[in-house]
């Protein structure tokens, strides 16, 4: 069902808006960046809530914290958590996409796919990463 993969969708989207508040701290040089994405994050978020309003359900809060794939203590570190929320917010929407037959959720939840892909391979361009992009983002082979 679509409302149960938006949740999913909605839990990624929290877990971004948290990530990047957490690495602002630890990453001077792309700053900018950063508070794009922080942006972005903030608003898909909000947008998703109201979709799941829209639809009667009550949309899930944030966790008071998440874990990041390993502690954030460097620039490094930091990014390699903006990778990771990047990756997972990439497979949340995909989720999504492939759980609605409702087109206006279907076009928004590619949307956010596709720029939460863009965002994960400038970061992995950020910290040298190779390959840069993935073929298939929010997939297992992705």
């Known amino acids: 069902m679509s409302v ?4 999913d ?3 990624a989207e929290h877990a971004a808006v948290w990530t990047y508040g957490l690495v ?23 947008t998703t809530e109201r979709w799941l309003r829209d639809k009667g359900a009550q949309p899930k809060p944030p966790a008071p914290a ?17 990778i990771a929320v990047e990756t997972d917010a990439c497979v949340a929407w ?7 037959d409702d087109q206006e959720l279907r ?3 590619l949307d956010a796919l596709t720029t939460s892909a863009i965002r994960a391979t400038r970061w992995r361009k950020t910290a040298g990463i190779t390959p840069l992009s993935i ?8």
């Open 4 to 7: 149960e993969a938006v949740q």
């Open 9 to 11: 969708a909605l839990a």
């Open 24 to 46: 602002s701290a630890f990453v001077d040089q792309q700053a900018a960046a950063v508070a794009d994405g922080a942006t972005a994050h903030r608003a898909r978020r909000d």
């Open 66 to 82: 998440y874990l990041p794939p390993q502690p954030v203590d460097s620039a490094a570190s930091a990014i390699a958590a903006l």
């Open 94 to 100: 995909r989720g999504v996409v492939e759980r609605t």
């Open 107 to 109: 076009k928004s939840a």
């Open 135 to 142: 073929a298939l983002p929010g997939t297992a082979d992705g």
